[in-house]
């Protein structure tokens, strides 16, 4: 099946075909690649968008647990729902996040659902780029929502935030009352912090959890992007099913304020200055990594460098001056 034959199939929504374009655009075959170029050029012109939700926590905090009772919520309003994931830490594993089959088992049989299993991968770059692309695929399908999971480890939040137009945060109950090491700037990135968990026995401390991260999140630096109030933490409980509706009203005021307000276009509109960069960036290294003249010339100089015979500064700008502008 070529690009042109699945284009029209991903706009009318068919789920099977939305999945081999996520494989050809994971592909890292030259023709491939040039396929996958064409079909997201075809299907940039249907110019849909959907909502995109970045959610981000530790292993066993309840994202799955999470995602399938927010997700069922979703699709019986009769939303379209999209999950996908960046896990640069699959590589590592040889596993993957979403790969285990019997993660999200009903969200999974539901219609209007899709979930796409993540792939191995070596390198961040690459992964971001097959998330993103993932997510204009999904988009041009016409999903609703996308769900962006990712565990939280290195760069992945970074990725994840600047693919999405709202960020969550999903924390557990903390035993004590110290915030949970939580990284300066990834509360920072958070739109709402979920405590999830809040029933039962650990229904008191994630309170106090809840309180404690509203107190942090007071201290933070107001953001122009952000209403009086945001961002906000909330007690959830995904195995219970409390606490998510009124999540969803918060991440709705939000998103509806920042409509309002031209935030969200023009954080997109960052976005997408933000990636072709980071294109052009992993182009360039493509350039001086693969065989050929620049790595030639990158191999000769370093030796000059190594013997004396030239400044490191001189050697990179005669390197430099030699890749083609
Ligand atoms: N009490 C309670 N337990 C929950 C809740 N959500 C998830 N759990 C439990 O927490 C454990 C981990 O949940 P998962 O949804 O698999 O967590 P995860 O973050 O996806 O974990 P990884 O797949 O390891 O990344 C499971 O035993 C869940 O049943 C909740 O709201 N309340």
Redesign the pocket.
Known sequence: MTAADLAPLIAAGDRRALARAITLVESRRADHREAALTLLADLARLKRQALRIGLS??????????IESFGLMLTAQGLRVAVLAVDPSSARSGGS?LGDKT?MERLSREPLAFIRPSPSQTHLGGVARRTREAVALCEAAGFDIILIET?GVGQSETVVAQLCDLFLLLLAPAGGDELQGVKRGIMEMADLILV?????D?KAAAMRTVADYSGALHLLRRRPQDPEGFPKALP?????DEGLAGAWAEMQALLDWRRANGHIDRRRAEQARHWFEEEVRQGLLAVLTRPGPARDAMARLGEAVAQGALTPEAAAAELLAGLPS
Not at 196 to 200: L, S
């Open positions: 926590g530790t292993p066993g905090v309840g994202k799955s647990t999470f996040i993660r565990v999830n968990k809040a029933d039962g650990l959830v409980s995904a195995l219970a």
